[in-house]
């Protein structure tokens, strides 16, 4: 069992299939009607998302079974490392073209991080659970800016170069944005020296 902030993860049978059984945790601080109508709109959100990225050509987990009253997505097992233990050159580029992809549909991941991709031969994003629909810059931007502080606190050693690849990711399917929602995540990173000052 792997646990997460939000869920716990475990690995199941699906028929004769391999799989991961996603379960979202009540949370104790939480009014429980509160809770429970929070992890059932969230489950059944995310397995939408995880669906919908598929149909954009972005390679997901295939979702076998939703139970939005158990908080539980059943889902296919993506055999690999995870991008943050094996990160390179090539796989922040490619990072960066799923966030692209997302954010040309208006997709907001919300919590893009390394640590939410596979990696064997190709890379798979196998995470979906704060992402929401925005047209806002802003949001972008901050899916952006999260990935570069991931970044620096986790790979200092080579945040530049990685960053950059990830940028030239994102370039290489909408260059048209990219320039105006950098410029808006340096407008945040303004905001948040002043904020702390």
Same mark, same amino acid.
């Given at each position: 069992?792997?646990?997460?902030?939000?869920?716990?993860?475990?690995?199941?049978?699906?028929?004769?299939?391999?799989?991961?059984?996603?379960?979202?945790?009540?949370?104790?601080?939480?009014?429980?009607?509160?809770?429970?109508?929070?992890?059932?709109? +969230?489950?059944?959100?995310?397995?939408?998302? /995880?669906? =919908?990225? *598929? &149909?954009?050509?972005?390679? %997901?987990? @295939?979702?076998?079974?939703?139970?939005?009253?158990?908080?539980?997505?059943?889902?296919?097992?993506?055999?690999?490392?995870?991008?943050?233990?094996?990160?390179?050159?090539?796989?922040?580029?490619?990072?960066?073209?799923?966030?692209?992809?997302?954010?040309?549909?208006?997709?907001?991941?919300?919590?893009?991080?390394?640590?939410?991709?596979?990696?064997?031969?190709?890379?798979?994003?196998?995470?979906?659970?704060?992402?929401?629909?925005?047209? +806002?810059?802003?949001?972008?931007?901050?899916? /952006?800016? =999260?990935? *570069? &502080?991931?970044?620096?606190? %986790?790979? @200092?050693?080579?945040?530049?170069?990685?960053?950059?690849?990830?940028?030239?990711?994102?370039?290489?399917?909408?260059?048209?944005?990219?320039?105006?929602?950098?410029?808006?995540?340096?407008?945040?990173?303004?905001?948040?020296?002043?904020?702390?000052?």
């Amino acid at each position: 069992m792997f646990k997460g902030a939000e869920s716990n993860i475990y690995l199941t049978k699906w028929y004769d299939k391999k799989a991961i059984s996603k379960i979202r945790i009540p949370k104790i601080y939480r009014q429980r009607m509160l809770d429970e109508d929070l992890r059932k709109k +969230r489950t059944i959100s995310e397995s939408k998302m /995880i669906a =919908l990225a *598929k &149909e954009f050509g972005l390679r %997901t987990p @295939y979702i076998y079974f939703v139970d939005p009253i158990r908080a539980e997505i059943v889902m296919e097992f993506i055999p690999g490392s995870r991008a943050s233990k094996v990160l390179s050159s090539s796989i922040c580029f490619d990072i960066g073209k799923f966030a692209s992809t997302l954010h040309s549909f208006n997709i907001i991941h919300g919590d893009l991080t390394p640590s939410n991709f596979i990696v064997n031969r190709k890379i798979t994003m196998i995470d979906m659970g704060l992402s929401f629909y925005s047209t +806002r810059r802003e949001d972008k931007a901050t899916d /952006i800016r =999260l990935f *570069k &502080e991931i970044l620096k606190s %986790t790979h @200092y050693h080579a945040y530049s170069e990685f960053f950059y690849d990830f940028l030239d990711g994102y370039k290489s399917v909408n260059s048209k944005e990219l320039e105006k929602i950098l410029q808006r995540m340096d407008e945040i990173e303004t905001r948040k020296r002043y904020a702390v000052a």
